[in-house]
């Protein structure tokens, strides 16, 4: 399948069936430059038109193994979705769908393990990140709930991350974005709180930015740095 003279799916294949009651589709596969899919699914005929499907994703990303493993149930009006990592990143993801809702993601949550940054670029810090966010609707809008650990904190010149803990909220309403908690513990370094928000100029050509309000409580700054006095 090509678009703008550019190939973007190959090696497509699928076997359709259908029994009056259930459509089925097995056997479907295909190809992208990195990626490849395998996946097979059952919907019934009838409302509430319940499913079935599964799907496995292989591939690359930034140069690092991938491997997914997706399951979707429920039924067409309330979709249960599940992603779990193999290879490349070690995780879980979990999401309830409504896409005829006015809000068309009931909730959502994410979990990740091990992250390390160096990892995936030779100059980033090391660390073993471990990421968990829960996503909700709030007042018409969206609230993310998040929260990384970094048991490794190492100062930046020793080529670490300096926090033990990072956590916040993140708030999204009629196009604004805004952090109504954050916390950056420095384990026996100090912490940080505050809040903030992403102010947009009026400009439409000038770029944003992120406009913090924190407080500082006994921060030792060596291990921040290690060459700072504390």
């Known amino acids: 399948l ?3 003279d550019q190939a973007q799916l190959r090696d497509i294949s699928a076997r359709l069936h259908s029994d009056g009651q259930q459509h089925q589709i097995s056997e479907l596969s295909f190809s992208t430059a990195d990626i490849k899919l395998s996946a ?3 919907i019934a005929v009838d409302a509430p038109f319940t499913l079935k499907t599964e799907a ?3 591939g690359q990303i930034a140069e690092r193994a991938l491997s997914l493993h997706v399951q979707a149930n429920g039924t067409l009006a309330e979709i249960q979705l599940s ?3 193999l290879a490349g990143i070690e995780g879980d993801a979990q999401a309830t769908l409504t896409p005829f809702a006015p809000q068309p993601v009931r909730e959502a949550s994410i979990r990740l393990r091990q992250i390390d940054p160096a990892a995936w670029h030779a100059s980033a810090p090391q660390a073993r990140l471990k990421l ?7 007042n018409n809008g969206w609230l993310a709930r998040w929260r990384i650990d970094n048991p490794q904190a190492l100062p930046v010149d020793q080529r670490g991350l300096p926090f033990s803990r990072l956590q916040g909220q993140l708030h999204w309403l009629n196009g604004e974005w ?3 908690e954050l916390l950056v513990d ?3 370094g100090g912490k940080l709180t505050g809040y903030g928000k992403w102010e947009t100029p009026s400009d439409a050509s000038a770029e944003g930015a992120l406009a913090l309000t924190l407080q500082v409580h006994a921060i030792n700054a060596a291990r921040i740095h290690s060459q700072i006095k504390p």
């Not at 968990?132 to 709030?138: I, R």
Request: aromatic share 4%; charged share 25%.
């Open 186 to 188: 420095l384990a026996s």
């Open 40 to 42: 097979q699914g059952e």
């Open 2 to 4: 090509d678009y703008n």
């Open 83 to 85: 992603v779990l990592a």
């Open 132 to 138: 968990q966010a829960d996503l909700a609707p709030e």
């Open 178 to 180: 805004r952090l109504p």
């Open 56 to 58: 496995d994703i292989h």
